[in-house]
């Protein structure tokens, strides 16, 4: 079985920073695109931000510059170190990643949620 947990959500001012990982375990042979999304109340979930293993970004055009996603092979993590937060960044923050076990050569795992709110 296949596990991301994430952790580093919180309530901040607007303007402040905060810090999300995301630690995938279990029978992992290895891990390709990890990334980040997010449900606002009411709205769709959206993508905020991917890496894949070579390690290319890609950003949603609402956090360029704000957001900055990284990985650590050894550890199997995902973060997303989120500045200059605004009150529009309130939401549900999702990590999922590809990947390849034994039983699933290609499968997209996701995580539980952490809760991102931003005060004005």
């Known amino acids: 079985q296949v596990q991301l947990v994430e952790s580093g959500g919180g309530l901040v001012q607007a303007g402040g920073s905060l810090r999300l990982s995301c630690a995938a375990s279990g029978s992992i042979l290895s891990i390709n695109d990890m990334g980040w999304y997010r449900q606002a109340p009411g709205k769709q979930r959206e993508l905020v931000a991917v890496i894949v293993s070579g390690g290319s970004t890609n950003y949603a055009d609402s956090v360029k510059g704000r957001f900055t996603i990284s990985r650590d092979g050894a550890k199997n993590t995902v973060y997303l170190q989120m500045n200059s937060l605004n009150p529009e960044d309130t939401a549900v923050y999702y990590c999922?990643?590809?990947?390849?076990?034994?039983?699933?050569?290609?499968?997209?795992?996701w995580g539980q949620g952490t809760q991102v709110t931003v005060s004005s």
């Open positions: 999922n990643a590809k990947i390849r076990t034994w039983s699933r050569p290609s499968y997209v795992y």
